[in-house]
């Protein structure tokens, strides 16, 4: 680490530490957040430097994006998902429908290794509130990768909106006739039982991201 500040010492070995707990590189505002610095523009001052002198390469075109480039600390390019909302993993609760998503903060996103994604297309994450999938590893404040989707097969984990309700709840999805029972992985909660035709889909879980305790 010659010819490096003490602070971009401190922001280099954060960086590695990050990526090792979550496989992913963390955010300006957590690098500012973690190593006490002043500003997001100090951060990326910093990280300039660090870049110009080749410890770490960032992608202009992925936000926030990047990749150290010490011997053995080389990572794969990362996929920045959107984080457009919150969905509610216990009892429903009113949110947007997934067609008046719009306007969320572009820096608001999330970045994941390529493999977390593979071939899915069309994909956005929301944060969840609530504790009705913990059986299946999804905690209140963990944020879930989603792929866009209208339909589900029996067991796939969706994002359901509840149309006469106006809300939305994460549960696992089973058509039992003309009924939709939304399932909670949870043994403490009951299943929402509804009219298949007050179901709509609007995503289905891919992964999803512990919150930092």
């Excluded at 719009?102 to 504790?131: C, F, W």
């Excluded at 006469?164 to 994460?170: G, K």
């Amino acid at each position: 680490m010659k010819e490096l500040s003490a602070k971009q010492r401190r922001i280099l070995e954060f960086i590695q530490g990050f990526i090792d707990e979550h496989d992913y590189p963390p955010s300006i505002r957590q690098i500012q957040e973690a190593c006490d610095i002043s500003s997001t523009s100090v951060v990326d001052y910093n990280l300039r430097i660090l870049e110009k002198q080749g410890y770490i390469r960032r992608d202009r075109e992925v936000s926030r994006a990047i990749e150290l480039l010490e011997p053995g600390g080389r990572r794969p390019r990362v996929v920045a998902v959107p984080i457009i909302g919150t969905i509610a993993a216990g009892q429903p609760i009113p949110v947007p429908t997934a067609d008046t998503w719009q306007g969320y903060d572009p820096d608001e996103t999330l970045e994941v290794s390529p493999d977390m994604v593979g071939a899915h297309e069309n994909i956005y994450a929301l944060r969840v509130k609530g504790s009705s999938m913990i059986d299946a590893l999804v905690n209140d404040g963990d944020i879930v990768i989603m792929e866009a989707a209208s339909s589900a097969r029996d067991g796939d984990m969706v994002a359901a909106w509840l149309k006469r309700e106006q809300e939305a709840t994460l549960k696992r999805y089973y058509r039992e006739g003309s009924q939709v029972r939304l399932q909670p992985a949870n043994e403490t909660m009951q299943p929402i039982r509804t009219d298949a035709d007050n179901v709509e889909v609007q995503g289905k879980v891919i992964g999803a991201v512990r919150a930092l305790p």
